[in-house]
């Protein structure tokens, strides 16, 4: 009996948590619509982001196996709910997840995301794609008027091994026909994930087995090249100051979370 109750308090504990999160994040964002500071792309709702995001943060942990919802401050979660929904995000559509360091949640958006955003803040793009490039593969670009066009890729399935990664590129083609590859040696990525607090690679440049970049370095290796490509894009934008400031402030946030969470170590 002591039993049922305890789950039954937990469980209106939840509720009240997330109706007083959700309409906090909701309020805001009718605020920001209603300034005409923010319009949303014709296929994203809102309302169907958070449901989707609040679903997923139920199950979220941190790194000791907490319940994130538990651990981390009602402020840094309703603040990782509106950088998504400002950013226009779904985590059910793999666009972005949540972390959290120490106390403090984050919102990070996946590669996915990154081109979803591209795409919304550019109407020229047409598609963004991302390889690694691994050793033995025949890879060729060319410099086009100061700007690097991959010409030709041609991979094995001999060589797609983590182990043999030798760097990443991302190609933005334009509704016009004309394309720009971002391309990043293995060193360059390693340096760019050395920026984190926490960053997976050792001193001597190996990546750690069980962090996250060594278990999917590809894919890490994907989604730093696609940010890197589509950052000009995002902050040459000139649709709207509040996305910009979103997305700048979901990797201030993170570095600042992973600071606060270092100290506290």
């Not at 972390?99 to 919304?120: C, K, P, V």
């Amino acid at each position: 009996m002591a039993q049922a109750q305890k789950q039954a308090e937990a469980g209106g504990a939840l509720a009240t948590m997330k109706n007083e999160t959700i309409d906090l994040v909701a309020a805001k964002v009718r605020e920001f619509s209603t300034r005409g500071e923010l319009n949303f792309p014709a296929n994203y709702s809102p309302e169907n982001a958070l449901k989707s995001a609040w679903l997923q943060l139920q199950e979220t942990k941190d790194k000791n196996d907490r319940p994130v919802l538990e651990v981390c401050s009602r402020a840094s979660i309703a603040n990782a709910l509106l950088n998504m929904v400002v950013l226009g995000l779904n985590p059910a559509k793999k666009q972005g997840y949540f972390i959290a360091y120490g106390t403090i949640l984050t919102f990070q958006r996946s590669y996915f995301g990154s081109m979803a955003l591209a795409e919304r803040l550019d109407p020229n793009v047409e598609d963004i794609f991302a390889q690694a490039i691994y050793e033995g593969d025949e890879f060729e670009y060319e410099i086009q008027r100061g700007r690097k066009v991959v010409t030709k890729h041609v991979q094995r399935l001999e060589n797609v091994d983590k182990a043999l990664i030798a760097a990443a590129y991302c190609t933005i083609l334009f509704k016009d026909g004309h394309e720009v590859s971002t391309i990043m040696t293995l060193d360059e990525i390693k340096q760019a994930w050395k920026q984190s607090k926490l960053n997976p690679v050792t001193g001597d440049g190996s990546i750690k087995a069980d962090s996250t970049h060594g278990k999917f370095t590809a894919e890490m290796a994907c989604k730093t090249v696609v940010n890197r490509a589509c950052k000009p894009i995002i902050n040459a934008s000139d649709d709207s100051d509040l996305i910009i400031r979103a997305y700048n402030a979901c990797d201030q946030d993170i570095v600042e979370a992973e600071v606060v969470e270092e100290i506290e170590i």
